[in-house]
Protein backbone atom coordinates (compact mmCIF):
# COMPACT_ATOMS: atom_id res chain seq x y z
CA UNK A 1 0.00 0.00 0.00
CA UNK A 2 1.35 3.68 -1.22
CA UNK A 3 2.35 6.26 1.45
CA UNK A 4 -0.11 8.02 0.66
CA UNK A 5 -3.44 5.59 0.82
CA UNK A 6 -1.86 5.17 4.65
CA UNK A 7 -2.26 8.52 5.32
CA UNK A 8 -5.64 8.54 2.83
CA UNK A 9 -7.34 6.35 5.69
CA UNK A 10 -6.58 8.74 8.69
CA UNK A 11 -9.85 9.69 10.52
CA UNK A 12 -10.39 13.30 12.06
CA UNK A 13 -11.47 14.79 14.89
CA UNK A 14 -14.35 16.81 13.14
CA UNK A 15 -15.25 13.25 11.38
CA UNK A 16 -15.43 11.21 14.85
CA UNK A 17 -17.21 14.40 16.21
CA UNK A 18 -19.62 14.16 13.41
CA UNK A 19 -19.80 10.60 13.84
CA UNK A 20 -20.76 10.28 17.26
CA UNK A 21 -23.42 13.21 16.48
CA UNK A 22 -25.08 11.24 14.33
CA UNK A 23 -24.08 7.87 14.44
CA UNK A 24 -23.41 6.45 17.87
CA UNK A 25 -26.34 5.22 20.56
CA UNK A 26 -24.16 5.76 23.65
CA UNK A 27 -23.82 9.68 22.91
CA UNK A 28 -27.28 9.69 22.13
CA UNK A 29 -28.15 7.90 25.49
CA UNK A 30 -25.45 10.60 27.37
CA UNK A 31 -27.71 13.25 25.63
CA UNK A 32 -30.65 12.12 26.99
CA UNK A 33 -29.26 11.54 30.98
CA UNK A 34 -27.16 14.75 30.92
CA UNK A 35 -30.22 16.69 29.29
CA UNK A 36 -32.70 15.27 32.28
CA UNK A 37 -29.96 16.00 35.09
CA UNK A 38 -30.14 19.31 33.84
CA UNK A 39 -34.19 20.00 33.92
CA UNK A 40 -34.25 18.69 37.78
CA UNK A 41 -35.35 15.07 36.86
CA UNK A 42 -33.92 11.96 38.75
CA UNK A 43 -32.15 10.38 36.25
CA UNK A 44 -30.28 6.49 35.55
CA UNK A 45 -28.37 5.73 32.60
CA UNK A 46 -27.78 1.79 31.83
CA UNK A 47 -28.86 -0.55 34.17
CA UNK A 48 -30.64 -3.94 34.30
CA UNK A 49 -34.42 -5.95 34.12
CA UNK A 50 -36.15 -8.56 33.12
CA UNK A 51 -38.10 -8.26 29.80
CA UNK A 52 -42.00 -8.99 30.87
CA UNK A 53 -42.27 -10.68 27.65
CA UNK A 54 -39.26 -12.77 27.13
CA UNK A 55 -38.02 -13.02 30.60
CA UNK A 56 -34.46 -12.19 29.63
CA UNK A 57 -32.57 -10.04 31.03
CA UNK A 58 -32.12 -6.79 29.32
CA UNK A 59 -30.17 -3.35 29.58
CA UNK A 60 -32.43 0.02 29.42
CA UNK A 61 -30.95 3.23 28.26
CA UNK A 62 -31.97 6.30 30.06
CA UNK A 63 -34.87 6.04 32.76
CA UNK A 64 -36.02 9.63 34.24
CA UNK A 65 -38.13 10.46 37.09
CA UNK A 66 -39.77 14.15 38.04
CA UNK A 67 -42.38 14.75 41.08
CA UNK A 68 -44.54 18.21 40.22
CA UNK A 69 -46.80 19.46 42.58
CA UNK A 70 -49.64 18.07 43.84
CA UNK A 71 -48.45 14.87 43.91
CA UNK A 72 -47.83 14.24 40.21
CA UNK A 73 -45.47 12.11 39.06
CA UNK A 74 -43.45 11.08 35.84
CA UNK A 75 -41.58 8.63 34.77
CA UNK A 76 -39.98 8.24 31.43
CA UNK A 77 -38.17 5.19 29.81
CA UNK A 78 -36.03 6.65 27.17
CA UNK A 79 -34.55 4.00 24.30
CA UNK A 80 -31.83 6.16 21.92
CA UNK A 81 -31.63 4.89 18.62
CA UNK A 82 -29.02 6.55 16.67
CA UNK A 83 -30.51 6.85 13.26
CA UNK A 84 -28.83 8.54 9.96
CA UNK A 85 -30.08 10.81 7.28
CA UNK A 86 -29.72 8.32 4.71
CA UNK A 87 -31.84 5.71 6.72
CA UNK A 88 -34.85 7.67 8.26
CA UNK A 89 -37.72 6.42 10.35
CA UNK A 90 -41.51 7.02 8.91
CA UNK A 91 -44.52 7.37 11.01
CA UNK A 92 -47.13 6.84 8.68
CA UNK A 93 -50.33 8.13 10.47
CA UNK A 94 -53.93 8.65 10.54
CA UNK A 95 -56.61 10.58 12.64
CA UNK A 96 -57.22 8.71 16.15
CA UNK A 97 -60.07 6.96 16.05
CA UNK A 98 -62.61 7.01 19.70
CA UNK A 99 -60.68 3.76 20.68
CA UNK A 100 -57.31 4.80 20.53
CA UNK A 101 -57.96 7.89 22.52
CA UNK A 102 -57.10 7.81 26.42
CA UNK A 103 -54.65 7.05 28.42
CA UNK A 104 -53.81 5.64 32.62
CA UNK A 105 -52.95 6.87 35.72
CA UNK A 106 -51.51 4.90 38.40
CA UNK A 107 -53.07 6.35 41.83
CA UNK A 108 -51.21 5.16 44.94
CA UNK A 109 -51.84 5.99 48.68
CA UNK A 110 -51.12 4.94 52.24
CA UNK A 111 -53.81 3.03 54.34
CA UNK A 112 -52.63 4.92 57.70
CA UNK A 113 -54.68 2.74 60.22
CA UNK A 114 -53.14 -0.53 58.18
CA UNK A 115 -49.94 0.52 57.23
CA UNK A 116 -49.78 -0.99 53.44
CA UNK A 117 -49.72 0.45 50.00
CA UNK A 118 -52.76 0.37 47.74
CA UNK A 119 -53.18 1.49 43.83
CA UNK A 120 -56.27 1.80 41.67
CA UNK A 121 -55.74 2.67 37.86
CA UNK A 122 -57.51 5.35 36.92
CA UNK A 123 -58.82 5.91 33.21
CA UNK A 124 -58.44 9.56 31.74
CA UNK A 125 -62.46 11.12 31.01
CA UNK A 126 -63.36 11.76 27.36
CA UNK A 127 -65.18 14.67 28.14
CA UNK A 128 -62.06 16.81 29.64
CA UNK A 129 -59.09 17.92 27.91
CA UNK A 130 -56.28 14.17 27.96
CA UNK A 131 -52.87 13.11 26.46
CA UNK A 132 -54.42 11.68 23.32
CA UNK A 133 -57.27 12.90 22.11
CA UNK A 134 -59.71 11.71 19.39
CA UNK A 135 -59.22 12.85 15.92
CA UNK A 136 -55.47 14.12 16.51
CA UNK A 137 -52.71 12.41 14.38
CA UNK A 138 -51.15 9.12 15.44
CA UNK A 139 -48.69 6.63 14.20
CA UNK A 140 -49.79 3.38 13.26
CA UNK A 141 -47.00 1.96 11.66
CA UNK A 142 -43.38 2.57 11.28
CA UNK A 143 -40.19 1.59 9.08
CA UNK A 144 -37.14 2.49 7.89
CA UNK A 145 -36.01 2.91 4.05
CA UNK A 146 -32.67 3.21 2.63
CA UNK A 147 -31.12 3.04 -0.96
CA UNK A 148 -29.81 -0.24 -2.02
CA UNK A 149 -26.99 -0.97 -4.65
CA UNK A 150 -26.97 -3.76 -7.66
CA UNK A 151 -29.86 -2.14 -8.97
CA UNK A 152 -29.90 1.11 -7.32
CA UNK A 153 -33.40 1.20 -5.19
CA UNK A 154 -35.15 2.13 -2.23
CA UNK A 155 -35.76 -0.59 0.36
CA UNK A 156 -38.08 -0.73 3.49
CA UNK A 157 -37.21 -2.31 6.79
CA UNK A 158 -38.69 -1.82 10.21
CA UNK A 159 -36.80 -4.40 12.64
CA UNK A 160 -34.21 -2.13 14.22
CA UNK A 161 -36.44 0.38 14.53
CA UNK A 162 -39.17 -2.04 16.08
CA UNK A 163 -36.58 -3.64 18.38
CA UNK A 164 -35.97 -0.44 19.63
CA UNK A 165 -39.35 0.99 20.52
CA UNK A 166 -40.19 -2.17 21.46
CA UNK A 167 -37.18 -2.16 24.37
CA UNK A 168 -38.74 1.55 25.33
CA UNK A 169 -42.53 -0.64 26.31
CA UNK A 170 -40.83 -3.51 28.04
CA UNK A 171 -38.58 -0.64 30.41
CA UNK A 172 -41.72 1.07 31.17
CA UNK A 173 -43.65 -2.08 32.01
CA UNK A 174 -41.42 -2.24 34.66
CA UNK A 175 -41.59 1.19 35.77
CA UNK A 176 -45.40 0.76 35.80
CA UNK A 177 -44.98 -2.08 38.06
CA UNK A 178 -43.13 0.26 40.60
CA UNK A 179 -44.97 3.35 40.42
CA UNK A 180 -48.10 1.01 41.88
CA UNK A 181 -46.15 -1.05 44.29
CA UNK A 182 -43.03 1.39 45.60
CA UNK A 183 -44.43 1.84 49.47
CA UNK A 184 -47.04 5.20 49.77
CA UNK A 185 -46.02 8.32 52.25
CA UNK A 186 -49.28 9.02 53.07
CA UNK A 187 -53.23 8.98 52.89
CA UNK A 188 -52.65 11.78 50.47
CA UNK A 189 -53.13 10.18 46.89
CA UNK A 190 -49.55 9.97 44.28
CA UNK A 191 -50.46 9.94 40.56
CA UNK A 192 -48.08 8.14 38.63
CA UNK A 193 -47.74 7.84 34.84
CA UNK A 194 -45.11 6.55 33.03
CA UNK A 195 -44.56 7.51 29.41
CA UNK A 196 -42.06 5.24 26.97
CA UNK A 197 -40.02 7.12 25.01
CA UNK A 198 -38.37 6.33 21.39
CA UNK A 199 -35.04 8.78 21.28
CA UNK A 200 -33.74 9.37 17.82
CA UNK A 201 -31.59 12.03 15.82
CA UNK A 202 -32.74 15.34 15.00
CA UNK A 203 -33.34 15.63 10.81
CA UNK A 204 -34.27 11.44 10.84
CA UNK A 205 -38.27 11.38 11.66
CA UNK A 206 -40.56 12.03 8.91
CA UNK A 207 -44.54 11.25 9.13
CA UNK A 208 -46.71 10.71 6.28
CA UNK A 209 -50.18 11.49 6.96
CA UNK A 210 -53.51 9.83 5.83
CA UNK A 211 -56.73 11.09 5.82
CA UNK A 212 -60.08 9.35 6.95
CA UNK A 213 -60.98 8.36 3.32
CA UNK A 214 -57.14 6.92 3.03
CA UNK A 215 -55.75 9.67 0.97
CA UNK A 216 -52.27 10.08 1.48
CA UNK A 217 -50.21 13.55 2.02
CA UNK A 218 -46.64 14.58 1.15
CA UNK A 219 -44.14 13.28 3.75
CA UNK A 220 -43.34 15.72 6.11
CA UNK A 221 -39.62 16.26 8.68
CA UNK A 222 -40.82 16.11 12.19
CA UNK A 223 -39.25 16.37 15.85
CA UNK A 224 -41.60 14.30 17.76
CA UNK A 225 -44.92 11.58 16.68
CA UNK A 226 -47.35 9.36 18.74
CA UNK A 227 -47.16 5.53 17.65
CA UNK A 228 -50.24 3.57 18.84
CA UNK A 229 -49.02 0.34 20.92
CA UNK A 230 -51.68 -0.41 22.97
CA UNK A 231 -49.92 -2.76 25.19
CA UNK A 232 -51.56 -3.47 28.32
CA UNK A 233 -49.63 -4.26 31.46
CA UNK A 234 -50.79 -6.24 34.35
CA UNK A 235 -49.80 -4.84 37.84
CA UNK A 236 -50.48 -7.91 40.50
CA UNK A 237 -51.18 -6.04 44.81
CA UNK A 238 -51.87 -7.45 47.54
CA UNK A 239 -55.74 -7.40 47.39
CA UNK A 240 -56.17 -8.06 43.97
CA UNK A 241 -54.51 -6.98 39.92
CA UNK A 242 -55.40 -3.79 37.81
CA UNK A 243 -54.30 -3.40 34.33
CA UNK A 244 -52.47 -0.29 32.91
CA UNK A 245 -52.68 0.47 29.41
CA UNK A 246 -49.41 1.48 27.48
CA UNK A 247 -51.10 3.16 24.92
CA UNK A 248 -48.34 5.09 22.63
CA UNK A 249 -44.88 5.16 22.04
CA UNK A 250 -43.41 8.50 22.22
CA UNK A 251 -40.80 9.32 19.31
CA UNK A 252 -38.72 12.18 19.93
CA UNK A 253 -35.77 14.05 18.03
CA UNK A 254 -33.18 15.65 19.97
CA UNK A 255 -34.71 18.92 19.75
CA UNK A 256 -38.37 17.50 20.41
CA UNK A 257 -37.04 15.89 23.18
CA UNK A 258 -36.03 18.88 24.68
CA UNK A 259 -39.26 20.78 24.06
CA UNK A 260 -41.26 18.32 25.63
CA UNK A 261 -39.28 18.67 28.77
CA UNK A 262 -39.37 22.33 28.96
CA UNK A 263 -43.80 21.80 28.15
CA UNK A 264 -43.89 19.68 31.48
CA UNK A 265 -42.10 22.23 33.27
CA UNK A 266 -43.54 25.44 31.89
CA UNK A 267 -45.82 27.14 34.05
CA UNK A 268 -48.06 27.91 29.91
CA UNK A 269 -47.50 24.30 29.08
CA UNK A 270 -50.53 22.17 28.61
CA UNK A 271 -49.06 18.21 28.74
CA UNK A 272 -49.02 18.48 32.47
CA UNK A 273 -52.15 19.35 32.56
CA UNK A 274 -53.08 16.97 29.67
CA UNK A 275 -51.68 13.79 31.66
CA UNK A 276 -52.71 14.49 35.28
CA UNK A 277 -55.81 17.02 35.05
CA UNK A 278 -58.53 14.39 35.01
CA UNK A 279 -56.74 12.49 38.02
CA UNK A 280 -56.72 15.02 40.23
CA UNK A 281 -60.37 16.45 39.16
CA UNK A 282 -61.31 13.34 39.85
CA UNK A 283 -59.85 13.10 43.39
CA UNK A 284 -61.25 16.24 44.46
CA UNK A 285 -64.76 15.07 43.72
Known amino acids: MAHGDIWSMEITADQIIQYLDSRDDFDLELFAYRLLKESGWEA ?43 FPLIVSRIPRPDLDAGHDIVKRWKRVDVGDTMFSVEHSDPNHLHLYPKGEMVGKTTTQIRWAENPKRLIASDAESYEKWSQALASATELVEWAATYPAESADPTFAFVMPVLLVNTGTLWVVDYDEGGKRGSPEQMDEALLYVDRNQEINGRYGKATYRLSHLHIYTRKGFISMLQNYSSPTGLMLERTFGFALRKAIT
Open 44 to 86: HLGGTYVDPYTRKPRQFDVRGRKQFSYRRDLNIAVECKSLSPE
